[in-house]
């Protein structure tokens, strides 16, 4: 039985292709990378949690958002992961609330 995320998701790609572009961006998620913001910021960042956004050999991350694994226009490495840029990416679900004030005064994550 699919867990209850994946059902929002199932739903919402649904009702996201069903409608005109809400925004700027890639239709499902609105991922874009023309900045000003910025995916290394972001709770789903692959790492942030831990302190540092993970990086490729190319400086690019990796991002675990549910609607962003199934956003085809979203480009996969080789072992499926989606790829992001951590200083010009963004999306329509972007997270940042998990920053403490502290690291946003001395940037430290
Ligand atoms: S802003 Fe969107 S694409 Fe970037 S890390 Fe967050 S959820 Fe992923």
Redesign the pocket.
């Known amino acids: 039985m699919p867990k209850a995320t994946d059902r929002l998701v199932q739903a919402w790609l649904l009702f996201v292709r069903s409608i005109p572009q809400l925004w700027t961006g890639s239709k499902v ?1 609105g ?1 874009a990378e023309g900045g000003p913001y910025h ?1 290394g910021d ?1 709770k ?2 692959k790492g942030r949690k831990e302190g540092m956004p993970w990086r490729d050999g190319q400086g690019r ?1 990796r ?1 675990g ?1 549910p609607v ?1 694994e199934q956003d085809s226009a979203v480009r996969v490495d080789e072992q499926g992961r989606k790829i ?1 840029n951590l200083e010009h ?3 329509e ?3 940042d609330s998990g920053i403490t004030p502290m690291q946003e005064i001395f940037h430290i994550w």
Request: glycine share 12%; with cysteine.
């Open positions: 998620s991922y995916c972001c789903y960042a991350g991002c958002h962003i992001i990416g963004c999306c679900f972007v997270d």
